[in-house]
């Protein structure tokens, strides 16, 4: 009965059933994007002889695919009940609470995230590894790099389970997603550019100060990365690296 109260085993075996085809696809994609690369530059290598030096961000700025696309997917098709009257319905009469059926398929969604970025990371651990004479790589930023993609992805999914939570239909559920996710970042924004102190500007660009820093927020970050507000790549091995940016995000991924 504690189960059934705060956890169910067989709820989260389902949901994982459930999400199992969209999951093990993109998977896969993620797995090919991560190792294709690669494979195609060890031909180049081989031939030239060369050491080829990986930091482990840089080459993996196809990770943001996760919180951008496998995130909202599989938590869509998970809580897709919620815009149905007759599934919604359904699920609020079987024997679980709220906050069970919450962490189980919450947990589910979870596990499929941490599955694709560790064999995603595995997968180019293992070729970098059996290739070792031609690549340098730092493992330990790049294990970085997939952890905060994973913090990135734990705050899509919380802001993503609240707005489905709150409205009724996959346009709205997309909608609210953004304004939660980007709107009161843009409000500090405006008010960090239009404050003035003194005569002169308080803060500038992507700068701030203490919470305000645009660059807390990762997932805000790669959003300025995508419109060149990070002027180098620099910028996003800061913001990645960052022990504020990582904490910050993941408190308020649990906040959601």
């Known amino acids: 009965m504690n189960n059934k109260k705060v956890f169910s085993f067989h709820m989260f075996l389902q949901t994982l059933k459930q999400t199992r085809l969209a999951g093990f696809i993109m998977m896969a994609v993620i797995t090919l994007i991560s190792v294709v ?55 609020h009469s079987i024997p679980y609470t709220r906050l069970c059926i919450y962490l189980s398929k919450t947990a589910a969604i979870l596990t499929w995230i941490a599955g694709i970025l560790v064999v995603s990371y595995v997968s180019q651990a293992v070729l970098f590894m059996a290739n070792r004479q031609y690549f340098n790589v730092d493992y330990a930023t790049m294990f970085r790099m997939y952890l905060s993609i994973f913090i990135c992805s734990l705050l899509c999914m919380a802001i993503i389970n609240v ?6 239909n996959i346009l709205s559920n997309i909608c609210v997603t953004g304004l939660i996710m980007f709107l009161p970042r843009f409000i500090a924004l405006m008010v960090t550019e239009l404050t003035v102190f003194h005569g002169e500007t308080y803060m500038i660009s992507n700068s701030g100060v203490g919470l305000l820093d645009s660059s807390n927020n990762m997932i805000f970050g790669w959003v300025f990365s995508v419109f060149d507000i990070y002027n180098s790549p620099s910028g996003i091995a800061d913001m990645v690296l960052s022990l504020t940016s990582n904490l910050y995000t993941l408190v308020l991924a649990l906040i959601y």
């Open 163 to 168: 707005s489905i939570s709150i409205t009724g």
């Open 37 to 91: 690369p690669i494979i195609s530059s060890l031909s180049y290598i081989k031939e030239y002889k060369q050491v080829n030096n990986v930091g482990g961000i840089s080459g993996n700025y196809f990770l943001v695919l996760v919180f951008i696309i496998v995130v909202p997917v599989i938590s869509l098709i998970v809580w897709s009940f919620l815009n149905k009257r007759s599934g919604s319905d359904f699920y």
